[in-house]
């Protein structure tokens, strides 16, 4: 994690962050509004993951969580967009494979038609795109030691003439938790998100850190078509439960996907694509396989 110190003694010129040639930012369209926090300071060289799967019995189902908890994010959480970058699509299992991840989690949200990514991201360091949309990124700087969570402008992530703040940044779509308190109810009118996606019973991904700065990943199995999973207002409160300080609700539905050490740990459940079906995942709903998406979360 040199690379910062290095690259500042190089010279001004070439640090300035790699924008596209005639980068233009967007005039602001929202009123940036984010919170920042310590991330826990460990700087081990090796990922302290724990893996839960927790049954949790809600009155009108039986919910299974995996909870991901790296207490170590300072140098091994990161976010990485298809191996081919954005727009791009790969299945978590074999981004994270390809990547050297040890556990990963689909992220961003994205245009499945076009495979373009929504919202910013960065990854170990590198603008991959700037996106701003008042939506919330979880984004985690090395050289502050800090998490940030919130809506954020393309002047945050990088201020004009400067490096890149921000070393990992993905998006999501709705604040669950904001230091600690409920917050899907003032985000879902700031992001005019619909009543129906709050209150679909869905498969779920959500992520974010505790008040120590620890990394958590929160993911509900589900299946749309049976209206099996959690609704935004049982993600937040499973968020809170298991001590998320800030919380972001990523892609869910089909996407959602829990890779750990070589398997797909969650009961994955996209339809497989023509041609696919002898490539579902054995511990999926029947015949279902993993979608490609175009952002991973990933720890290693
Ligand atoms: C990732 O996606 C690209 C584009 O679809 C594809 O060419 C490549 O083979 C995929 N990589 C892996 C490891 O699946
Ligand atoms: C959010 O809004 C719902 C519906 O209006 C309400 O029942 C709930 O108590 C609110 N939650 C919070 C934390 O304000």
């Not at 640090?15 to 602001?28: G, S």
């Not at 091994?76 to 990963?104: E, K």
Request: glycine share 8%; aromatic share 8%; with cysteine.
């Amino acid at each position: 994690m040199m690379r910062w110190p290095l690259l500042l003694l190089a010279g001004l010129a070439c640090v300035l962050a790699d924008l596209p040639e005639n980068f233009e930012y967007a005039t602001n369209s929202f009123v940036s509004d984010f919170v920042t926090s310590p991330v826990y300071p460990s700087q081990d060289p090796l990922p302290h993951v724990v893996h839960s799967t927790i049954i949790k019995h809600l009155p009108d189902q039986d919910l299974t969580v995996h909870l991901v908890r790296l207490t170590n994010p300072l140098l091994h959480f990161h976010v990485y967009p298809s191996l081919t970058g954005c727009p791009g699509r790969n299945r978590t299992s074999d981004n994270a494979q390809a990547r050297g991840c040890f556990i990963a989690g689909n992220a961003g949200f994205f245009d499945t038609h076009t495979g373009a990514c929504l919202g910013h991201v960065v990854s170990e360091g590198h603008l991959v795109q700037l996106d701003a949309q008042m939506h919330p990124s979880l984004a985690l700087s090395r050289t502050t030691q800090r998490w940030a969570v919130g809506y954020m402008n393309e002047v945050d992530i990088v201020p004009q003439g400067q490096n890149l703040v921000y070393d990992e940044v993905v998006n999501g779509i709705g604040w669950l938790v904001r230091e600690g308190q409920p917050y899907l109810n003032t985000s879902q009118s700031a992001e005019k998100i619909s009543q129906a996606f709050v209150n679909l019973f869905a498969p779920r991904m959500a992520a974010g850190h505790d008040i120590n700065g620890q990394f958590l990943m929160l993911e509900v199995d589900g299946l749309e078509s049976a209206n099996l999973g959690a609704k935004l207002t049982v993600m937040t409160e499973l968020a809170l439960e298991y001590g998320l300080y800030n919380a972001i609700n990523l892609d869910g539905g089909g996407s959602t996907t829990v890779y750990m050490e070589g398997a797909v740990r969650n009961r994955c459940c996209d339809k497989c694509a023509a041609g696919h079906e002898a490539e579902h995942c054995p511990a999926g709903w029947d015949g279902a396989c993993q979608r490609a998406v175009t952002t991973i979360l990933c720890i290693r």
